[in-house]
């Protein structure tokens, strides 16, 4: 059965930071390309960040790129996200979904992937 498990989403005050993780079962994770996409409300769901299978390639929305991470621990077959100098404009739900294969040059097409996770929230807040 195949699924994907987000956590670590909370309440966070400006600037700060949080690490999301993207559990999977059902399936080894770093045969797949894993994402990172966002949802606010009222908003389209758009990507912030994928890992590639093959190589570990990374790929970052402008939005987030020097501020965000993402890592995988082939071991806990987890994907994670860092996120570091957070800003209020990152409020919003999180969520973990892989794909089979793709064209990285449009990473973020949400029709890539086939599997999503539940996700989490983030909010950022003073």
Request: hydrophobic share 30%; net charge neutral.
């Amino acid at each position: 059965h195949v699924q994907l498990v987000e956590s670590g989403g909370g309440l966070v005050h400006p600037g700060g930071s949080l690490r999301l993780s993207c559990a999977a079962s059902g399936f080894t994770l770093d045969h797949y390309v894993t994402g990172w996409f966002l949802q606010a409300p009222g908003k389209e769901r758009e990507g912030v960040s994928c890992i590639s299978s093959i190589d570990g390639s990374t790929y970052y929305a402008d939005s987030v790129k020097g501020r965000f991470t993402i890592s995988r621990d082939n071991a806990k077959n987890t994907v994670y996200l860092q996120m570091n100098s957070l800003k209020p404009e990152d409020t919003a739900i999180y969520y973990c979904a892989r794909a089979t294969s793709m064209e990285f040059s449009s990473w973020p097409r949400s029709s890539w992937y086939d599997y999503w996770g539940q996700g989490t929230q983030v909010t950022v807040s003073s």
